[in-house]
């Protein structure tokens, strides 16, 4: 269950938010599959695959987490339109001439309602971790919008939900300006071997480095792109030999993966799933609480609105 991900938000903290009330909230959107007419359903599942339906935050400590279950119906927009021009066909053949607008309307909306019930459908999860002592809110998305669509579905269940976006004192961009410009990571990380520099100007100019050492003639060619005017836009980083990732400029934490040091930890001497999941969770939120600070240090601390 390790996250890959990371969009961070901000909660108050601590966030006066008990296990018994937050899944009494969240049980106003469990998960419905889609019904046949419909192309997306949302809603909660329980984050343990054999928990019981009811249990829809797994708790450990002052950390919970959430998952929240999308299932969708894939019937493209293509096959509708191909169906509709042949019918469109078929009737102008019989009344003579082509039917108007609203027809061709109505058509293509009958023709969605009849092969919505035999498309395929999808389903894909996405967790959510609440740490309410240190009043983080974290969703393993890989963008900003599937990350804004767990938290709609999490403002309509909730009585209030208290979030900010994470404001650092330094620009992710910026920061990564000065470590690749210096050589010299932060406290606590080091460079890895993939780096994206942009222009900043209409044509978006784009140098990609990937697996490739960031050191000796790659640093200078790095330089170069900073003097001429282009910013970091994503940079690889391992903090503290345990959790290596990419940072962007958006301040997103993408391709975290969680070192063997710490995955071996986890395996030793236990064998049921239940156990392991439990200790997997454990293990990853409490490197997380100390991580993150790390991380958000190296950019200048937080605001005085997020602190």
């Known amino acids: 269950m390790w996250f890959k991900n990371l969009q961070l ?6 966030w006066d938010i008990t296990q018994a009330m937050l899944s009494e909230q969240l049980s106003r959107g469990v998960f419905h599959p889609c019904g046949n007419l419909e192309a997306v359903s949302r809603g909660w599942t329980p984050p ?12 450990a400590g002052n950390q919970y987490l959430l998952t929240l279950t999308i299932e969708s119906r894939l019937l493209p927009a293509t096959v509708i339109n191909q169906e509709t021009r042949t019918r469109a066909e078929k009737i102008a053949a019989e009344q003579g001439y082509p039917p108007g ?7 293509k909306a009958q023709i969605r309602d009849e092969l919505m019930p035999r498309a395929f459908v999808c389903r894909r999860k996405t967790l959510v971790w609440i740490d309410r002592e ?10 900003l919008a599937k990350a804004e669509e767990v938290l709609e ?15 650092t004192q330094k620009s992710p961009g910026s920061a990564m300006a000065d470590w690749l410009a210096s050589g010299e990571a932060p406290a606590g990380f080091t460079v890895d071997r993939d780096c994206e520099l942009k222009a900043v100007d209409e044509a978006r100019a784009t140098v990609r480095y990937v697996r490739h050492p960031l050191a000796d003639e790659a640093a200078a060619e790095i330089r170069a792109h900073l003097a001429a005017g282009k910013l970091p836009t994503r940079l690889a980083l391992t903090w503290d030999d345990r959790i290596s990732f990419v940072l962007t400029e958006k301040s997103e934490i993408k391709r975290l993966e969680f070192l063997d040091v710490l995955k071996e930890s986890v395996e030793q001497g236990i064998d049921n799933a239940e156990e392991i999941f439990d200790a997997e969770f454990a293990l990853m939120t409490g490197e997380f609480t100390r991580f993150i600070p790390s991380l958000f240090e190296a950019l200048g601390g937080l605001t005085a609105s997020n602190r």
Do not use: F, N
């Open 9 to 14: 938000y901000r909660l108050p903290a601590p």
């Open 48 to 59: 343990r695959r054999e928990a019981a339906m009811d249990e829809l935050v797994h708790v």
């Open 101 to 107: 607008r609203k027809a061709l309307r109505d058509l």
């Open 134 to 143: 240190h009043g983080w809110l974290g969703i393993d998305a890989t963008s």
């Open 153 to 167: 579905h999490l403002r309509q269940c909730l009585d209030e939900l208290p979030l900010a976006l994470v404001q």
